[in-house]
């Protein structure tokens, strides 16, 4: 079992730069797949990125990939996702998942057992 709590969010206008982060209770952090996604109002929840547990493996979706950066400390039980050049587009709720899988990660909202409450992110133009 895993508690998941995001912070970071904010209101921020368009090319401005926000770094969400996670941060989850209950043991064996380094043993999960850790993922981002968001939703915004009206839209299906939306990948954003998603790294293995050691940080070798990492996949961004294609609304964010070269903007958006995910990584993690495990020492800090923590994972962060560092947005960069923000657009109105981006304005949603950013949750993060974890996933206690065998394989190395994943785009699957489906496939993660764990999420937090989520965090607002807010672009105006």
């Known amino acids: 079992q895993v508690q998941l709590v995001e912070s970071g969010g904010g209101l921020v206008q368009t090319g401005d730069s926000l770094r969400l982060s996670c941060t989850a209770s209950g043991r064996s952090f380094s043993a999960y797949i850790m993922g981002w996604f968001r939703q915004a109002p009206g839209k299906e929840r939306e990948f954003l990125a998603t790294i293995g547990r050691r940080a070798h493996h990492i996949y961004y979706g294609d609304s964010v990939r070269g903007r958006f950066t995910i990584s993690r400390d495990n020492a800090k039980n923590t994972v962060y996702l560092q947005m960069n050049s923000l657009k109105p587009e981006d304005t949603a709720v950013y949750y993060c998942?974890?996933?206690?899988?065998?394989?190395?990660?994943?785009?699957?909202?489906?496939?993660?057992?764990?999420w937090g409450q989520g965090t607002q992110v807010t672009v105006s133009s």
């Open positions: 998942a974890a996933d206690n899988a065998t394989y190395l990660y994943t785009s699957d909202d489906r496939r993660y057992d764990y």
